[in-house]
T-cell receptor
Framework: GQQLNQSPQSMFIQEGEDVSMNCTSSSIFNTWLWYKQDPGEGPVLLIALYKAGELTSNGRLTAQFGITRKDSFLNISASIPSDVGIYFCAGFSNSGYALNFGKGTSLLVTP | KAGVTQTPRYLIKTRGQQVTLSCSPISGHRSVSWYQQTPGQGLQFLFEYFSETQRNKGNFPGRFSGRQFSNSRSEMNVSTLELGDSALYLC???????????????FGPGTRLLVL
């Protein structure tokens, strides 16, 4: 599979701050997915994007499917301590069937 | 609707043994994919099953195998375990492979395998 470039690798922020992370690929994707994983658990789907330019929100989370179809962004507004975890981007390329993953962004939020 | 379930949650084995992990997909989902997650390599695709047939396979040795039953439940097997097989094994289900919402994958909690 194709490895996605996800950044930043980690973030250490204060409660109430906004967070942005992004993911890029070298090829065109037709689906972008954002997951959150807590220690010892499986990834939980946060937001799914299916069309270039699509902007979708889930509570304080907002994600966008880049218009080039090679990138995606996730924003978290007004972070809270329970936002702590590892956030993964993932996607399907036009030529593949396996879900490709980024290496994850580790988010730490201090009260 | 119940989510993806995996059993067992934790497993300890020794080198050379074999192990079988089980996954029950979300009701109505017909595609089951398996992933290996390690700190060094991240999430890596093992294989995907649909209608009891393996449709896609990642770059893992033949010691890793799987199957899917008529009720869409899936098992994966690892034979002749090696220390490097220690990992979190994740199962994900989707309605079907295709474009758009049908292929969105939902993950189970994983099976943590430790090989000693």
């Amino acid at each position: 599979g194709q490895q996605l470039n996800q950044s930043p690798q980690s973030m250490f922020i204060q409660e109430g701050e906004d967070v942005s992370m992004n993911c890029t690929s070298s090829s065109i994707f037709n689906t972008w997915l954002w997951y959150k994983q807590d220690p010892g658990e499986g990834p939980v789907l946060l937001i799914a994007l299916y069309k270039a330019g699509e902007l979708t929100s889930n509570g304080r989370l907002t994600a966008q499917f880049g218009i080039t179809r090679k990138d995606s962004f996730l924003n978290i507004s007004a972070s809270i301590p329970s936002d702590v975890g590892i956030y993964f981007c993932a996607g399907f390329s036009n030529s593949g069937y396996a879900l490709n993953f980024g290496k994850g962004t580790s988010l730490l939020v201090t009260p | 609707k119940a989510g993806v379930t995996q059993t067992p949650r934790y497993l300890i084995k020794t080198r050379g043994q074999q192990v079988t992990l089980s996954c029950s997909p979300i009701s109505g989902h017909r595609s089951v994919s398996w992933y290996q997650q390690t700190p060094g390599q991240g999430l890596q695709f093992l294989f995907e099953y649909f209608s009891e047939t393996q449709r896609n396979k990642g770059n893992f040795p033949g010691r890793f195998s799987g199957r899917q039953f008529s009720n869409s439940r899936s098992e994966m097997n690892v034979s002749t375990l090696e220390l490097g097989d220690s990992a979190l094994y994740l199962c994900a289900s989707s309605l079907a492979q295709g474009s758009g919402k049908k292929e969105t994958q939902y993950f189970g909690p994983g099976t943590r395998l430790l090989v000693l």
